[in-house]
């Protein structure tokens, strides 16, 4: 059986719901890159409305926040990507390397 692709998505939960997947970390990648959930949400053509939704599930089932958004003023506002996310970013780009080595390990045994 040659050239089977295999195909699929890893996510992350716990017991209280999905943390983690593809585009929630995109999201957390932008916010992190662009500080600010507007300009990520603009990025990835989603509403701000739809990325701060995302952004407030993920905070109410995580341990710890993963975004804390500043509001604006002097300041500008802004939102920080917590250290809590950043470890979530790099488990899932750690889980999803390992991942699509078994996808490419199983096909060559197939």
Not at 20 to 38: A, C, H, N, P, Y
Not at 45 to 70: C, D, F, G, T
Not at 77 to 103: H, M, P, Q, R
Request: with cysteine; aromatic share 4%; net charge positive.
């Amino acid at each position: 059986m040659k050239n089977l692709i295999i195909k699929g998505h890893l996510s992350i939960e716990n017991e209280k719901g999905h943390l983690i997947g593809m585009g929630k970390k995109e999201l957390l990648e932008r916010i992190r890159d662009t500080g600010s959930i507007k300009a990520a949400a603009t990025e990835m053509q989603i509403s701000y409305r739809h990325a701060w939704e995302m952004i407030k599930k993920m905070n109410a089932i995580s341990e710890a926040p993963l975004v804390i958004k500043n509001t604006g003023g002097s300041s500008g506002g802004g939102s920080v990507v917590t250290k809590e996310g950043e470890e979530l970013i790099a488990c899932y780009i750690k889980l999803n390397a390992a991942f699509d080595e078994f996808k490419t390990q199983i096909c060559k045994t197939i």
